[in-house]
């Protein structure tokens, strides 16, 4: 599985989405499942999915798919 797989499966875990619903193009403040406790969860499993620890800055930016991906390079994780 890739990396990019992964992390579209912790979204859809976090967010208690369909295995087959898609995540690309999901937004903090455009989605109404992702909430602020949503949030914390989504942090948490891309945590334990990828055995990083997000400082608290990048938790508050990860505010897409795409700013995750971006946030999960800076931890060494290549998310493409």
Do not use: C
């Not at 400082?55 to 897409?64: A, K, L």
């Amino acid at each position: 599985m890739t990396e990019l797989q992964r992390l579209r499966d912790a979204f859809r875990t976090a967010l208690d989405l369909p295995a087959d619903a898609p995540v690309d193009d999901l937004r903090y403040q455009d989605f109404e499942k992702w909430d602020s406790l949503a949030h914390m969860s989504l942090v948490a499993t891309i945590e334990d999915e990828f055995s990083v620890m997000i400082d608290t800055d990048d938790v508050i930016n990860m505010s897409s798919f795409a700013e995750a991906m971006r946030i999960l390079g800076k931890y060494g994780v290549d998310v493409k």
